[in-house]
């Protein structure tokens, strides 16, 4: 007997059909005699609509209103979950939100939880009810709806599974669990049976779309085992867990990119103090975020800066940069969007040294030429052109020895 | 300046552009220096998809759940009036039914309304914000959504306007007020410049589709005048309000029919104690309402016994009905779908006689068959085939003296 939280996304909720196969497992769990909780999303697609409806309302919809509106998707999905439950004879009750008590910050659009007060959670299951909660949206101290931000859901399972002590939180998805790469551009691509909270942070903010990055903190921080795993299989997923000793010992645990970014030079830019934050404070202020910086220094004192920002936010930031150019003297402005980012992550490269060098030399035998490079203590990033990212990423995957037998 | 609550129902704001033409309106009572709250129902047919979907869902939906879905359609409206308001720069901020403290008892799908604490709009109006509350729903002790059942947007607006004491409670709907008749069948039906309360309600439960009758009811115990008009329009409706010398000397205000109803007799019913308990018992536990009772004595100690309910729930009816007159012993269960109630209202009618001979005799020179009777202080309704509905308004209508010179 088992006290069990589960979150199912967009796709595994995407119209009543899947909805029922939804049932069908949550039944299963409970019949075998365990508490059961489950989180949903929205249907597929249903936020995009929402948004697009919002930009219709208002060029700028305010973010208060928007969570109102974007809290409905969730709300649905729980009612009609709850119904094909009870259709089944079983007892279940959904939960929004505030009900649940998901209390949050301020902050609409990507609000952080401070608690969850699980009080009426567990009343519920005490009263041997299947609890169904509305993922993605919380309640700040004035009882305004918030949400959790794009992949809110996850946060929501993994702060409830803390909240009450549950035994697993299975995080159900349209991806069986988490590969070594991208299976669709890498063939050999491998599913990891484990991966840690420190990779699986890395690896989410470099485009994974498996987990949102802020749920996996959560489970760092409350040391809360998430189940990766497919509501389309029977099939074990990815276990994400602290370091432990069963893990495989890969010095490499995946090879991830993404192509969100652009990037922007500044010429010929004097060498001296403050002129740095004469050229980020504007960024800064029109809230874009700025992700890889490097500068290379020219003769005479002048500088070459290069930074990149979110293909979203790129014409502002260009138009704010020409602007500082002409202010501080620059030669130009360069702006490229036709960029990737290659990146290596696993906590084995902490004690191993020449993963950079391997890599570098990886993509130099495909002529493949580096433009920026960043790294953290697990994982080192690579900007290249954006037409060689998926060969980068096959033959770092091949380099590293993660391709499947 | 003045303190202004309007409610605009489902087709005032069933789609973008129509709820920027509410958004112009509420702009312009604002921008006069007058304080505003705005009552929204959900998107014309948005509740009726939401119903199929839960059909869809489960045979039998629970009501708990079905006012959780329920709530989205007027959830989306608020925060869509909302956004556009703020993109007009107008400060505006949406209330849910919880937010907006309307506190009802737990009847899920027809909850009333038991308080509503104004505190927090009273707050938002002091601030100088438009408040737009989400209608129709709001939340029992225990903080569960609940809905005040069709129509019910305007027993939201009434109730906060009793208690925020607003100067005017204005319902915008597709009709532009209440006429004496439906005038799409009797073209020289008359828009009513006022009516009172009681008149309203009756109208009301007789089809007249203007106002939820619990709204109206509502009104009169914290007598607020109601403005009943059109958001199509700048044209003056109807305001309904108490008995006052204004008043137009009207016997007879309107005439109304519908057709929801049928016929159900059990003929040579022994005419004993305790029968009528064995017929209406177990219709009354199926949770159908009985409308029209009438009861015909014939010779030999037996009666025949006919009552009206909803088409909806007739089928049903007439399965029990069956088993009672075989457990009874009466001859025979008689149905009949094909009937309309005809009725004529007035406050007028209490201090005039001969308006039920009136009605029979108009009724009569048209050779339209009177199969029931029914009457009220105000009102006297008559069943009839239900070929001969629009003749009968039409007669009664000119028989009346409401025509339209």
Chains 1, 2 share one sequence.
Do not use: W
Not at 50 to 66: C, D, F, G, T, Y
Not at 307 to 324: G, H, L, P, W, Y
């Amino acid at each position: 007997m088992s006290l069990i939280v589960q979150k199912y996304g967009g796709t595994s909720v995407a119209d009543l059909d899947r909805i029922r196969n939804v049932a069908g497992r949550v039944a299963r769990i409970y019949e075998a005699g365990n508490d059961i909780v489950v989180v949903l999303s929205a249907m597929a697609g249903v936020t995009d609509k929402i948004i697009a409806m919002a930009h219709q309302a208002s060029p700028n919809p305010p973010k208060r209103e928007l969570d109102v509106l974007l809290a409905t998707g969730e709300q649905t999905t729980a009612a009609l979950l709850t119904m094909v439950l009870n259709s089944m004879n079983l007892p279940a009750q959904s939960l929004l939100g505030f009900q649940a008590r998901v209390l949050t910050d301020h902050t609409y659009g990507n609000a952080r939880i401070h608690e969850i007060d699980a009080t009426r959670i567990q009343q519920l299951l005490s009263e041997r009810k299947i609890v169904v909660v509305a993922g993605f949206q919380g309640c700040d101290s004035n009882g305004n709806i918030t949400t959790l931000g794009r992949g809110g859901s996850d946060t929501t399972a993994v702060a409830i599974s803390a909240a009450i002590k549950a035994d697993s939180c299975e995080i159900y998805t349209d991806v069986d669990g988490v590969y070594t790469a991208d299976p669709n551009i890498c063939k050999t691509a491998r599913k990891l049976p484990r991966i840690t909270y420190d990779e699986m942070m890395e690896m989410a903010s470099l485009g994974a779309k498996v987990l949102q990055i802020r749920s996996v903190e959560f489970a760092k921080k409350y040391n809360v085992p998430v189940h990766v795993r497919s509501s389309f299989s029977e099939e074990e997923g990815t276990m994400v867990v602290n370091t432990d000793a069963e893990m495989e010992k890969l010095v490499v645990t995946g090879v991830t990119y993404n192509k969100k970014d652009a990037r922007i030079t500044l010429t010929r830019v004097q060498d001296k103090p403050g002129i740095a934050s004469r050229i980020f404070t504007p960024i800064a202020d029109a809230g874009i975020l700025v992700d890889m910086i490097i500068q290379n220094t020219r003769s005479e004192g002048l500088t070459d800066l290069t930074f990149t920002v979110s293909k979203a936010d790129f014409q502002q930031a260009m138009e704010i940069e020409r602007n500082v150019a002409e202010e501080i003297g620059a030669e130009a402005v360069i702006g490229d969007e036709n960029i990737a980012k290659i990146s290596v992550t696993g906590v084995g490269m902490r004690n191993h040294s020449g993963v950079a060098s391997k890599m570098f030399t990886a993509l130099a035998k495909e002529n493949i030429n580096i433009l920026m490079i960043s790294t953290s203590e697990i994982r080192i990033s690579c900007v290249i052109e954006e037409k060689y990212a998926e060969l980068a990423v096959r033959v770092l995957h091949s380099a590293f020895g993660l391709d499947r037998n």
